[in-house]
């Protein structure tokens, strides 16, 4: 047991680096306690004694008010501690800690902690220097973990084999330091890449040789397991008890055999969905993957990887589901909120495709009504260009409301009160689901019953997006389930709160209600009014959501690092056919903003995205825009 112990603690965080004579004295001090998933670690209003060392597992950490209402406090992984520092104010504190896994924790009393620390200096160095950094992880943003990472990458079809090795030769390609333990026999030709095989002389490497394995190699920043599924369940067990991460790599047509094994190793039970994520493999011309419906039971999150080139009308969202894998195992999650607006937020279009052609690759989209609409579109893969064309066609009025005064907020009136939405979607949406799409996307709509927002992250595509278009009056309000849905942008237009909420730590929001004219229907407040008739209701109420929408603005915006303000000024919150146009204008606006989101994500993962004199120093030309330089001025608006 000791041994084990000493090499667990031989890629801990707080111990990496220690002398040997350091370890045995901490194992000789310290108790070992085994936790089973869903077990409290510690009670809230319990003074803490000791600093607890987490050698395998995962806890999570809630703060419970004087009501007894639970928050989360932080997240405690493997290689991480708790009590070095409450430990010493010798007091209650409201802090229940609980298992999230089958988790090992090594204990030592907080004042032999303390005397081993001065006996130790080497220790007392390590530890600080350790807690400083969490301290600027926290403050400061995302920071590379000095001990390694253990990930393992799970296969049930040599056809994946291949996927997984790319991933690791972008993981080398951008500065890691990977060793590599794999049951195939073909190695890694790579300088950032050690490999070991899991079998030598025709047996299997045992658990000891592992550790000892794992613990040679200690200058890595990344121990990958690169494993098939016909591992024995006691095997799958210790593996996964062991790892930080898994990825399932999962052939689309192989969907069922993959889940049916995932059920096998009882995730949900022991705990370990939420270090589970699912890597699809697609081919073909489906751009979504198939529909399970407890698939976010055995897995935190999935992605989507395309294994060949995008055709259209599909684009290049659909290639990017490699990165987004690469994002997340780096702790980079990189969100775009889209603003409602109605018309005005076909410009979303352009921003899109402009973040797409700077290589900005984005991880989740939360849209509210018109940002819904097109950020789910996308999210299905369709090309942004293609969207644009397809809107200016199915949203032209047609040749009778074109004739008629007021003609365009007419035909609007038509296309919700004949529900004309619904099929105009479904011939790009099909009945495609939220979760099966390539890119994460949330919409935002609002409950008349209940007074709130309400999330939609899972559920049929086309009734997110009908819901978060709803616009009152318009149209009446959509039950379903015991709610009365409406416009999502009466209470939340500009979503970027909802990407922090599902941990996005970089986001980038697009408003297109940051401007407003001060005109309406021709009434200018130089302009006399006293013969002119009164607005009609149409055009009112799209102003009066504008209006809305343009104080709520700064509120919005708020958790934004970026934000995206196209000028979209003169034209008009009906004119649909004008999309093209409209994406133009989103494109220019983005491409002026792109040197600033290089900038900040060098700030948050200077190895994932590097800086080159082609991402810092200026931006790509700028489409033409009708009434516009051609080439903007580079602005770069920094938030106080």
Known sequence: MNDEVLSLLKVHEYFQGASEETLEEVVRLGRIAQFPAGSVVHEADVVLTTVGFVLRGRLKAVRVSTSGT???????????????????????????????????VLRLDYEEALELTFARPELRRLWLKTYAGSLRKFFLGAAPKRSATLLALIHNSPATRPAAERLIKRLGDIGEQLGVLSDSDRRLDSPNVRFRSLREDGRDLTSQEIREQVTRWQDVNRIVFDVHTYLTPERTAQLMELVDRAVYYIPAEAADAAIRHLQAIDVTARGWRDK????????????????????????????KIYETPPKLPTGRSLANGMERLVHDL???RVGVALGGGAARGLSHLGVLKALERSGVVVDMIAGTSAGAMTGILYSAGLDPDYNADAFATDLRPSWIFRRLPQG?????????RRGKFDPMLRKYLHDWR???????????????VSGNS?????????????????????SVPIVRNGQALIDGGLVNNIPANVLVSMGCNFVIAVSVTAKLETSFCDIKPEKPTLSRKNPGIVPTILRSLLVQNYNLNAFGVQPADVVIEPDVTGIDASEFMRAKELAVIGEAAALEQVPKIH???NRLDPQLF?????????????????????EPELQSRERP
């Open 330 to 332: 780096r702790g980079v």
């Open 599 to 601: 900038r900040l994500l």
């Open 408 to 416: 365009n907020y007419w035909h609007l009136l038509y296309k919700y």
């Open 276 to 303: 589970i994520s699912i890597a699809w493999l697609l081919g073909g011309d489906s751009p979504v993957v198939p529909a399970i419906p407890n698939l976010p039971d055995l897995a935190s999150r999935d992605f």
């Open 434 to 448: 939220l979760e099966q799409l390539a890119l994460p996307c949330l919409s935002v709509t609002v409950d008349l």
């Open 70 to 104: 639970e928050s989360l406090f932080r997240m405690i992984e493997r290689g991480e501690q708790f009590g070095l520092m409450v430990g010493a104010l010798n007091e209650p504190v409201p802090i229940r800690v609980v298992a999230l896994e089958p988790t090992t």
């Open 454 to 474: 309400v999330v939609r992250e899972r559920g049929d595509a086309v009734h997110a997006i009908l819901e978060s278009i709803n616009l009152p009056v318009l």
């Open 610 to 630: 590097k800086l080159t004199p082609d991402t810092h120093e200026s931006a790509p030309a700028g489409p033409a825009v009708p009434g516009r330089t051609s």
